[in-house]
């Protein structure tokens, strides 16, 4: 018998929020396969940058794989447990963030993210991780929004932070990396 999976966030706060406006020139958009050839342009411009922290990048040799990322993305938001962005600034696609559910049980998320080198220390990051973590809180209802970063990815250790995030004694080892956990509490704010 297939089971169906249950949506832990449901398909009317998905489809409410589409977009989520982060200020002026910066909003967080849902992608559409149409636009798989700017996340691939962006993935082959970056690939050095990207390549040395994000494994998934080696494996994304064609605008086939950014569509098909694309789709499996819509498809995970449908289901209700991962759902990703593209951060448009200034009308322009940067980068990509996302969250998923780790523990649907202690509504805890993971939130990852990139962006193109072009745009970086603007502040973009930043930014986008503090709407999104406001947006997890208060319309998702999440408890815990975590953030692991390797410990030698310095700019990722600092977004988290300046998110306001707070780094766990924990670390944890993953493919012989060692990465830093940032979380944020709902009981903190
Ligand atoms: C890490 C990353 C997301 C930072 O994005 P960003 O938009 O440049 O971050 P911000 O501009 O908000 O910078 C936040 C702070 O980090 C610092 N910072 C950013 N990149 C840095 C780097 N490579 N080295 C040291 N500090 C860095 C900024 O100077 C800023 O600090 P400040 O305000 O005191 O000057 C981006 O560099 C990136 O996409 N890197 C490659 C992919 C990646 O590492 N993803 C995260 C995996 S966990």
Redesign the pocket.
Known sequence: MKIKSIPIISNYMLNKFRTIKVDQDLKLVILSPKNASEIFALTEENRD??G???PWVSSATSINDSSNFIIDSLNQRKMGKTFGYGIMYKRKLV?HISVMYVSEKDKTLDI????S?Q?????????CVTSLTYYCFNKLDAQKIN????IT????N??AQ?AGYKRLEKQEIKDGRTFNIWQISRDTL
Do not use: D, H, P
């Open positions: 940058y990207l040395k922290w994000l980068g990852g993210y990139w962006i080198s745009f970086a220390g603007l502040g973009i990051m930043t930014k953030i692991s970063a390797e990815n310095f700019g990722s600092k977004v300046k």
